[in-house]
């Protein structure tokens, strides 16, 4: 049920959108999404933005934690190229549970179920957040939604009721460090080349896998939007400010992939928009 509800918010929810609003097919990242219409162009709360420290109002709140996350995720884990990114539908432990995420500025538990990945290219970095003017290579997003709504397609629609957890990813052209279900995730691509192949990761892997390591400790966290059209104001954003290193291989992976139209499906971020009058906070521990 999660995984065709999430389907209908990714896929059929910005087509309809679009038809409706421009009568074209689909959307595209050729311009970083300055073409996108509707909510997209006049929002206030919109996402992503550039953090900075220094502004930002450093804050005394619980750390970020992930639950169910250690239980090994029930097979097959099927990540599918859907001419935007390369998507997976977080499934149910196989003991019955949906990994989820709770703490920080969040109220409950949101239930993680979607984990998708914005990238550059050869030449240019790809995160979607930016620290200040930097970019890291790219950006990995765990959507969630809350508990409160019965589907995301419900959530989607509630000021704070989706809930994404953001990991910036650095390339690491030693070769040495690899996040090992992240890095599953990307080698599988290379058997998602055009838009709407598949392809199952082999092997049985947890949510922690895909997440290693990363520092929950230290996060941004705002309020603010989904990235993609169309874009609804309803997300709390939970970013986490230090990287992990991925290797470099496996973006290049990334960069071979085709959208929709046959384009190379490279540069898949937002460009960053205006804070308005936003808060930003930054965790510090008590
Ligand atoms: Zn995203």
Aim: aromatic share 10%; with cysteine; glycine share 8%.
């Amino acid at each position: 049920m999660q995984a065709s509800a999430f389907h209908k918010l990714l896929l059929l929810l910005p087509v309809a959108f679009f038809e409706i609003a421009n009568g074209a097919g689909d959307w595209t990242y050729l311009s970083n999404g300055k073409d996108w219409g509707h909510l997209c162009s006049t929002g206030k709360l919109q996402s992503p933005i550039s953090l900075d420290i220094k502004t930002a109002v450093k804050k005394a709140i619980p750390r970020v934690w992930f639950g169910h996350h250690t239980q090994e995720l029930s097979r097959p884990l099927i990540i599918k190229n859907n001419g935007h990114t390369i998507h997976l539908d977080i499934p149910m432990t196989i003991k019955g549970r949906q990994p989820y995420i709770a703490g920080g500025r969040l109220s409950g538990r949101y239930h993680a179920v979607g984990l998708h990945i914005h990238w550059g290219s050869k030449n240019s970095a790809g995160s979607e957040h930016s620290l200040k003017r930097f970019r890291y290579d790219a950006e990995v997003h765990i959507v969630c939604y809350s508990e409160k709504y019965k589907d995301i397609m419900e959530a989607v629609q509630h000021k704070g009721g989706i809930a994404v957890a953001a990991i910036f990813l650095a390339a690491d052209k030693t070769g040495r460090t690899h996040i090992h279900g992240l890095s599953k995730i990307v080698d599988a691509s290379a058997r998602t080349p055009i838009y709407e192949s598949n392809a199952t990761i082999p092997g049985s892997y947890s949510l922690k896998d895909m997440i290693g390591n990363a520092n929950l400790e230290q996060f941004y966290s705002y309020d603010g939007s989904l990235t993609t059209p169309d874009c609804r104001e309803s997300v709390i954003w939970n970013v986490f400010s230090k990287a992990v290193l991925v290797s470099f291989d496996g973006f290049a992976r990334l960069w071979k992939l085709r959208d929709h139209s046959g384009n190379r499906l490279i540069n898949n971020f937002r460009t960053v928009q205006a804070l308005n009058n936003r808060t930003v906070y930054y965790r510090i521990k008590r």
